[in-house]
């Protein structure tokens, strides 16, 4: 066995990770002490990236039209048919949609060949529908897309405002880092801005849970109250920043009040005086901000107005302080370090910085090519397939991404792909939506195969390293493209053998006439000049480190701005006039309701890996809807029941989940959920198109949907091993279906029929199963204390499928039948009384675990109560007992509320028992 250090490709914490490798089987991985973004932590996601590995569900063989074909006709084809493309539609008719998954050096190569050898500007990522409003805050006030802190910021703080960011879902290592300190720190203060009570809110001071969209005015509030009250830093401006008069007339065209500002945000006007209050009288305060604030058609300007309190409080440049914008995807910054948003050119250079085509076109040695490089900007994401569907571009090579799920108006973008005459997708599973429009499909390496660095949300580079073979005839993404380059004519641009010789070369572009002392003409704030001309084995043995690296830095940069001189012309900071705009999408009778979008604590993306993790999946199995309790109530809806939104470009079908911490008026989706997992659950299908006009951000955080009841006839869950779920004809005859991996096969939620036609009798039952699945019903039996009924299918005294008709919410857990299928796959026949079990729907020889709350330990929510009701009334001592919370923490705060349930349901009691015993006296 031997170890290997590489790092978590899910979320843009960015964690360290050692894996042990036995035999060209990665055995198990554990956190990298030795990493300063986790030092040895993992939050669940990371902590089962060996169980999402494998061959299975891989793609292994190019394939071209529908064949499987060998590399060399599958890149011929690609050369071909864009060399095609471009000689009858122009260079502009062919483009690429990148994903911040994709490595730098992978990155590098797409938009070299793209942008500097194909001479087209349309390259885009999707990157754009997580980062790029923060992208323009930061070049609008600081001068260069820079993040100005380091986690360690986040701990050395008085203050740590979360603003639209759900900190311990989604970047829970980073969370626990912040809850520690806190701990350790009685007086930091954390301050909760978002408009759903989330688990973050565990080590809130203060919540305010603020009306959709109000983040601006909220902040254009704050920095008039500094200045009312002499709380901003006149010396720091007057030295370092322009455009307060601006900025503050701006915010003064509404009414400052906190009145008015605390009506217009709908927040209690006392709560937003302590965060006034406390945010004018800290300096060392850092506002961490996420999705949230950038998903929205004003996101570029909700940045600036947080980060104009920053600057006009002199709260940047220090420790414990800054305007931090946190990433979602682990290389969305690497990505846009080599330019891959379709506003950039290359290295921190956009079209219109002062020299940048000519020298990067002098750098890549494409001054005699024709064409040249682009002159302008190419089409972001969403004008991208808008330019697909008009028939302007016509050859589309997608990598590492799934835009049928994840853009707005997610069905418009399928017709777009459906009618685009050439669709190239670089993919490394083959269960994704977007592979039904491919009419060339290149399996792609994966983590654990791939040798590359990423960049986290702190600036801080760090290496992914390969250490398994990738399966079948997948390859690098950084070969495929150079493939492709040199039958293109290019090839002595394209030439690298190794991903070391790439990334020497960004190394070396990104110093190139870049002179960080004299901060002339060609300056940018990015540059790892210091780390070109590694050999392979320095490249190998790269540790994490901060950019810059350059001669002025050598061992990287914590934190940027310390000097007070930032990355414009002028080496001033800007501050921004900002009008405060609500959400683009607007509710009406049709659409009442507000939708808010966002991730689950245990899944990634578009469930492609996370969801090849049966342990994964039992924390949210089937696609919901969060609903207010009373909202659910008007729509005629109860917890658990299966439920349907409507919305700007489809419809949504969910199961309800009854929250508290929903505002009224307002529904919450996840993102993850595609055709692959459900029958109908695509966010993007919900969302309209409206964008924010600097960054081209959708507006992913302000949908306007309807709820209403999912008309049925009846529901059922059925279990079947993995070798029978292949086809899955039940889908066909299912209003709603959610298919949830098991470790030994797999679940199906499934509901049909109309409500008024009676239930299905028992023959029917049968004859229906017996057409959905090769092995007969042996065992079957209605239940004469609910009517339900239960049958299973016994092949060989081996249990193959199990069945039971009803509402899931009534089932007990079912670990007992993945178990049963377990024993079936290893040839083994049901034991003496298991039959019975089968039907009595129950393992009596098992407790039933409830949902699952801590995914590390497999820990369910039965056995937290009992502990919890027989004395373990804290989360450590939980955790002392029964493991639970005692790994990434990320469960912690559901513990918590279970004690909290606990306690008030003893108090209640208490007060049942008093009032009886007072009614007995
Ligand atoms: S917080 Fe979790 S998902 Fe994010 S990088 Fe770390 S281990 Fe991976």
Not at 553 to 565: K, Q, S, V
Not at 567 to 579: E, F, K, M, W
Not at 656 to 670: D, H, I, T, Y
Not at 742 to 749: C, D, V
Request: charge should be negative; glycine fraction near 10%; include cysteine.
């Amino acid at each position: 066995m031997h170890q290997v250090r590489t790092t978590c490709p899910y979320c843009g914490v960015g964690c360290g990770v050692v894996a042990d490798v036995e035999e060209a089987t990665l055995t198990s991985v554990g956190g990298d002490r030795d990493h300063p973004a986790n030092f040895g932590r993992l939050c669940v996601k990371g902590s089962a990236l060996h169980e999402t590995l494998g061959d299975q569900g891989r793609l292994t063989r190019p394939r071209v039209d529908g064949r499987e074909v060998d590399w060399q006709t599958a890149l011929d084809a690609v050369a071909e048919r864009l060399a095609a493309t471009r000689q009858a539609h122009g260079d502009g008719a062919v483009a690429a949609y990148l994903s911040g998954q994709l490595l730098t050096e992978d990155y590098y190569v797409a938009n070299k060949l793209f942008k500097g050898f194909l001479g087209t500007p349309h390259l885009d990522t999707n990157s754009r529908l997580c980062m790029a409003s923060a992208v323009a805050g930061y070049k609008r006030a600081l001068g260069a897309d820079a993040v100005p802190c380091s986690y360690e910021d986040l701990e050395e703080a008085e203050l740590v405002v979360l603003v639209g960011s759900n900190l311990a879902w989604n970047h829970p290592v980073l969370y626990q880092r912040l809850r520690t300190a806190k701990a350790r720190n009685p007086l930091m203060r954390v301050v909760v801005i978002d408009p759903r009570i989330t688990d973050s809110c565990e080590i809130a001071d203060l919540y305010l849970g603020l009306a959709p969209g109000s983040d601006a005015r909220l902040f254009n509030g704050l920095l008039a109250f500094m200045a009312d009250r002499g709380r901003l830093d006149r010396v720091y401006v007057d030295g370092h920043v322009d455009g307060l008069d601006e900025a503050l007339a701006a915010a003064w065209q509404d009414d400052t009040s906190l009145e008015a500002v605390a009506a217009d945000c709908d927040l209690d006007p006392e709560a937003l005086q302590t965060f006034y209050y406390w945010f004018a009288s800290q300096l060392h305060v850092v506002s961490l901000y996420s999705q949230g604030i950038n998903q929205s058609s004003s996101g570029t300007d909700k940045c600036n107005a947080i980060i104009n309190c920053h600057l006009a409080g002199g709260k940047i440049g220090l420790p414990g302080a800054g305007p931090f914008s946190i990433t979602g995807q682990p290389n969305a910054m690497g990505g846009r370090e080599v330019g891959g948003l379709a506003n950039q050119l290359a290295a921190h250079m956009d079209y219109d910085s002062p020299g940048a085509l000519d020298r990067v076109s002098r750098f890549w040695a494409t001054e005699t090519l024709t064409p040249t490089l682009p002159e302008g900007p190419g089409h972001k994401a969403v004008a991208l397939f808008e330019a697909i569907e008009r028939g302007e571009v016509r050859a589309l090579w997608v990598m590492a991404t799934n835009p049928a799920v994840s853009l707005p108006e997610a069905n418009r973008v399928r017709a777009a792909l459906a009618k685009c005459p050439l669709v190239i997708v670089s993919e490394c599973m083959a269960n994704t939506d977007l592979l039904a429009y491919a009419d060339i499909v290149l399996p792609a390496s994966s983590w654990s195969e791939k040798d590359g660095t990423v960049t986290n949300s702190e600036r801080r580079l760090s290496r992914q390293r390969g250490m398994l073979p990738p399966p079948g005839e997948a390859r690098h993404d950084w070969w495929i493209i150079g493939q492709v380059a040199r039958r293109l004519g290019y090839g002595e641009a394209f030439d690298y053998t190794h991903p070391a010789e790439i990334f020497d070369e960004h190394a070396r572009l990104s110093g190139f006439e870049n002179d960080a002392a004299a901060r002339g003409e060609g300056f940018r704030l990015f540059d790892i000049s210091g780390l070109a001309g590694l050999d392979r084995a320095g490249y190998d043995a790269l540790a994490p480190i901060q950019w810059p690296v350059n001669a002025a830095a050598p061992h990287g940069t914590a934190r940027l701005f310390e000097d007070g001189r930032f990355a414009t012309p002028s080496g001033r900071a800007r501050l921004l006039p900002v009008r405060p705009r609500g959400p683009a999408q607007a509710l009406d009778a049709m659409r009442p309701l507000r939708l808010n979008t966002g991730r689950v604590r245990d899944q990634w993306h578009t469930m492609s890996r996370t969801g090849r993790a049966p342990r994964l999946m039992n924390h949210r199995a089937e696609p919901f809807i969060e609903v207010h309790p009373e909202d659910a109530l008007d729509a005629g809806l109860g917890d658990q029941q299966l439920a349907r939104l409507k919305g700007a470009d489809g419809d949504y079908l969910g199961r309800v989940r009854l929250a508290k911490g929903q505002r009224r008026g307002e529904v919450f989706v996840p993102m993850h959920w595609t055709d692959q997992f459900s029958k109908r659950a695509r966010m993007g299908g919900l969302l309209a198109a409206h964008l924010d006009p600097f960054s081209g951000q959708p507006e992913s955080k302000h949908g306007a949907v309807a709820l209403g009841p999912l008309p049925l006839g009846w529901e059922a869950t059925l279990l079947v091993a993995t070798d029978l779920s292949g086809e899955a004809p039940w889908r066909d005859e299912a209003a709603y279906w959610a298919r949830i991996p098991l470790a030994h096969g797999e679940r199906w939620q499934l509901a049909g029929g109309e409500p008024d036609e009676g239930a299905a009798s028992l023959d029917d039952w049968l004859t229906r199963l017996s057409s959905w699945l090769p092995v007969a019903p042996a065992l079957w039996c209605t239940d004469p204390t609910d009517g339900r009924l239960r049958a299973a299918g016994v092949e060989e005294g081996r249990l193959r499928w199990w069945l039971m008709v009803g509402p899931p919410a009534e089932l007990p857990g079912l670990t007992w039948l993945d178990e049963r299928l377990a024993e079936a796959a290893r040839g083994e026949a049901l034991a003496e009384g298991q039959r019975r079990r089968l039907l009595a729907g129950c393992d009596s020889g098992e407790a039933d675990a409830g949902p699952l709350v801590c995914s590390c330990h497999q820990v369910g929510q039965q056995a937290i109560v009992a502990a919890i009701h027989g004395g373990d009334t804290s989360v450590e001592a939980l955790g002392a007992r029964l493991a639970c919370g005692t790994q990434c923490g990320s469960c912690i705060p559901e513990l918590k509320s279970l004690i909290e349930e606990s306690a008030e349901q003893e108090a209640r009691h208490a007060r049942v028992d008093q009032k009886l015993e007072k009614q007995a006296l």
